[in-house]
């Protein structure tokens, strides 16, 4: 039904940029939200950056003023674009989305969060 779909990650040396890209597809009513987790190894996922289809946003102290976040409501698209990157920026990074769809009558909208398949993202010299 509904597909998240990462793009962007790599290996990158500290003080480095990438760009990760998620795309959302499928059967849907509206985005409420778009956030980016990430997870490191031997770590709980943490949230990175979220943000709303209104254009709020938030952030994860330890990324303020590196990572921006950003969406594009036409294309169900979320973005972070990640700059000034450091080692203990390494985790696996994932898109997260609160997605609204009609049921099948058309009747009723609910809501449901999915995830994407996580992409990695190495910060190493």
């Known amino acids: 039904q509904v597909q998240l779909v990462e793009s962007g990650g790599g290996l990158v040396q500290p003080g480095g940029s990438l760009r990760l890209s998620c795309a959302a597809s499928?059967?849907?009513?509206?985005?409420?939200?778009m956030d980016w987790y990430r997870q490191a190894p031997g770590k709980q996922r943490e949230l990175v950056a979220a943000?709303?289809?209104?254009?709020?946003?938030d952030y994860a102290d330890s990324v303020k003023g590196r990572f921006p976040i950003s969406r594009d409501n036409a294309k169900n698209t979320v973005y972070l674009q990640m700059n000034s990157l450091k080692p203990e920026d390494t985790a696996v990074y994932y898109c997260?989305?609160?997605?609204?769809?009609?049921?099948?009558?058309?009747?009723?909208?609910?809501?449901?969060?999915?995830w994407g398949q996580g992409t990695q993202v190495t910060v190493s010299s």
């Open positions: 943000s709303t289809s209104g254009g709020s946003t």
């Open positions: 997260n989305a609160a997605i609204r769809q009609r049921d099948g009558l058309g009747t009723r909208i609910y809501e449901s969060v999915y």
């Open positions: 499928g059967s849907i009513f509206s985005i409420p939200a």
